[in-house]
């Protein structure tokens, strides 16, 4: 008797030990919303599940922000077999433009807001609790009410993977799709320049030029 009970208690300790496991999924997969930003990684450990989102600049006079614990459209994560079953960001730290730190974590403050350039990364980690085991999927709504809104951060059938997944990827992969990401908002932008008329003062009876101008499909935020 008492060996059984050791030996049921070494194998509860192996399956503790499995759920608790900390790994690094780089190359997340989702259905794509809108297509300026990307959860670039998901970092699982023993207290937290972790999203690495990346937003870029795409237009002129872009206007983006992080919303925070206390914000109704704060980010969330909805299991998708049981929309019930929500677990919402306890922080979001590590605010970056680019390399350059601007806030370590959100606190108390309702919103981050900045105004990024053309090809121009603004990073964070978005904290939630360790999820459970039996989640498989999950949505990541910036706002649980604003599942149809174009404007808003979401990323839809993120697949939870688990730390023995030949699918976790490398930093290599993630760098990668950085990359590719950056390069074709970039060759977007510059793509849709076209021409338009704007006045100068009167010069050789002539008072109006030619000169390019950008224009963009991208939604500002609201």
Known sequence: MRRFITLLMFFWGIQASFSQKVYVDYKPQYTEWVRNYIVDKIEYTKENTIFYF????????????????????????ENVENPDETFYL?????????????????????????????????????????????????????????????NHFHALDVSLKTFDDPNLGTEYDRTERINKLKERI????NSTKRYSIYYTPPQNNQNLKQSNTITTECKARM
């Open 90 to 150: 306890t922080d979001i730290r590590n605010i970056r433009v680019e390399s350059e730190l601007k806030m370590e974590t959100i606190g108390s403050k309702d919103i981050f807001y900045h105004s990024p350039q053309v090809g121009q990364s603004v990073t964070c980690e978005v904290y939630f609790p360790r999820l459970p085991k039996h989640i498989k999927k999950v949505h990541f709504l910036e706002g649980k009410q604003a599942k149809g809104r174009t």
């Open 186 to 189: 970039v060759t977007t932008y």
């Open 54 to 77: 990346r937003y870029i600049g795409s237009r002129d006079y872009d206007a983006m922000d992080f919303r925070g614990l206390t914000n109704i459209d704060r980010w969330c994560l």
